[in-house]
């Protein structure tokens, strides 16, 4: 499927890559590998379908991301962008059904929600996640797994947020930022955001309170920007 793009932001993902680059081969991957120590990269690089973007250091999942983001724009002109992890959290399999969910709703974004079912409630970073699902809703951003690193942009809307989002979070936290910024955009153009059931492997990610402030601090810059538009 020349037309999807798959985006990944890696750092000492040894153990799992070859197990999700083995499920996305009829994609083009972009993996951008802030120097893992575990030689992540150079077993990524073993793939004719990938694209390895290696950087000098640890520079953070939201430059990672936004980097990985213009080089497909720029040298694919794919019609969709998919963004996931290689954690493991995120099958390779349901690429393609975000895609088709795209396509069938004729959607900008189609969002895969860890929440929609049956919340997974272990560990503080899931519990942080329904937190952060229910401050968007009352901006308006009618999302449950508002920080859910699993989506299919229509590079269309992709390009639209990036040419008008200055982000602020370094971390995770710029999935909020971004879903809010394409909650806007997308009142400029045709297609909606869906959010869609998908299967989530819970992995071993840890928490760390930086993660919790930084999330506070852009969620308050949201609401001042919200309020802000709206007087």
Wanted: hydrophobic share 45%; net charge negative.
């Amino acid at each position: 499927m020349r037309d999807v793009v798959v985006v990944i932001a890696t750092y000492n993902e040894a153990d799992n890559i070859r197990q999700v680059l083995d499920g996305l081969q009829e994609y083009q991957v972009v993996v951008v590998d802030d120097n893992s120590p575990d030689e992540t990269g150079r077993i990524a690089a073993e793939y004719e379908n990938v694209r390895v973007i290696n950087r000098t250091g640890k520079l953070g999942i939201a430059s990672a991301y936004l980097c990985g983001f213009r080089y497909a724009l720029w040298n694919y002109d794919p019609k969709f962008i998919v963004q996931m992890d290689a954690g493991l959290t995120h099958n390779p399999v349901d690429v393609a059904y975000l895609v088709s969910i795209a396509e069938l709703h004729d959607a900008n974004l189609v969002i895969g929600s860890r929440f929609m079912i049956v919340p997974h409630l272990e560990g503080y970073r899931t519990l942080i996640s329904l937190g952060a699902g229910w401050l968007m809703r009352r901006l308006g951003v009618q999302i449950y797994d508002a920080t859910s690193g699993f989506r299919c942009w229509r590079s269309v809307l992709l390009s639209d947020v990036l040419r008008h989002w200055e982000p602020k979070a370094t971390g995770f936290a710029f999935q909020l930022e971004m879903l809010y910024c394409a909650w806007w955009q997308k009142n400029s153009m045709r297609g909606d955001i869906e959010e869609t059931a998908i299967q989530y492997q819970l992995s071993n990610s840890t928490f760390k309170p930086a993660m919790l402030w930084e999330a506070l601090r852009v969620y308050a810059d949201l609401w001042w920007n919200h309020f802000r538009r709206k007087s």
